[in-house]
């Protein structure tokens, strides 16, 4: 069985920058798509980012289009997200979960779900 552990989150200012760690145990992920998540409170889950099980393809939603990076190093089986230029629309729960298959943006295409870390960005 699979866990992942998300970490890296906290309380920045607008315009600041934060970078989050997708840890897996357990097994590895390493031949799998990853996907990040985020949830506000009061809104549904959504999807943000995910990456290809080797890094060559990755996709975005087009609000974090150009501010977010996610990358992956395989041998530490770690998915990170680079979040630059934070605004306080980006308060929420981050969450990342492997993917079922590549490109995938809808929850029911991921499994194994983190238990999320907190991103907080003051105006």
């Known amino acids: 069985q699979v866990q992942l552990v998300e970490s890296g989150g906290g309380l920045v200012q607008a315009g600041g920058s934060l970078r989050l760690s997708c840890a897996a145990s357990?097994?590895?992920?390493?031949?799998?798509?990853m996907g990040w998540f985020r949830q506000a409170p009061g809104k549904e889950r959504e999807f943000v980012a995910t990456?290809?099980?080797?890094?060559?393809?990755?996709y975005y939603t087009d609000s974090v289009k150009g501010r977010f990076t996610i990358s992956r190093d395989n041998a530490k089986d770690t998915v990170y997200l680079q979040i630059d230029s934070l605004k306080p629309e980006d308060t929420a729960v981050y969450y990342c979960a492997i993917g079922l298959r590549v490109g995938a943006r809808k929850v029911t295409e991921y499994a194994y779900w983190g238990q999320g870390t907190q991103v907080t960005v003051s105006s």
């Open positions: 990456i290809s099980w080797n890094g060559g393809s990755t």
């Open positions: 357990g097994r590895t992920i390493r031949s799998y798509p």
